[in-house]
């Protein structure tokens, strides 16, 4: 099992950054592709960023240019980088791996989740 534990959400100020931390233990070894996901009240999580074993990305259109996702090659860890946040990024954001080489391209693919932590960006 992969235990997977995200730090580094709370309050910011809109046009203000963040940086998301989720630290993986447990069998690291079977973890390929991670990702961020997000989920804001009401509406459906959705995919924020993901980087393959590999390490291609890609990012959700809404945050291109905004975020960046990196991870370290022991694949320990993934961290996710937020400039330039609004309103509208605030959620619930979670941590997710995956067995696959690339990311899955349905969320439900993913095999391990962290519990998640709360980004509110306030105007």
């Known amino acids: 099992q992969v235990q997977l534990v995200e730090s580094g959400g709370g309050l910011v100020q809109a046009g203000g950054s963040l940086r998301l931390s989720c630290a993986a233990s447990g069998s690291i070894f079977s973890i390929n592709a991670m990702g961020w996901y997000r989920q804001a009240p009401g509406k459906q999580r959705e995919l924020v960023a993901g980087i393959s074993r590999g390490g291609s990305t890609n990012y959700a259109d809404s945050v291109k240019g905004r975020f960046t996702i990196s991870r370290d090659n022991a694949m320990k860890m993934v961290a996710l980088q937020m400039n330039s946040l609004k309103p509208e990024d605030t959620a619930v954001y979670y941590c997710?791996?995956?067995?696959?080489?690339?990311?899955?391209?349905?969320?439900?693919?993913?095999?391990?989740w962290g519990t998640g932590t709360l980004v509110t960006v306030s105007s």
């Open positions: 997710a791996a995956a067995r696959t080489w690339e990311l899955p391209r349905n969320r439900n693919g993913m095999d391990y």
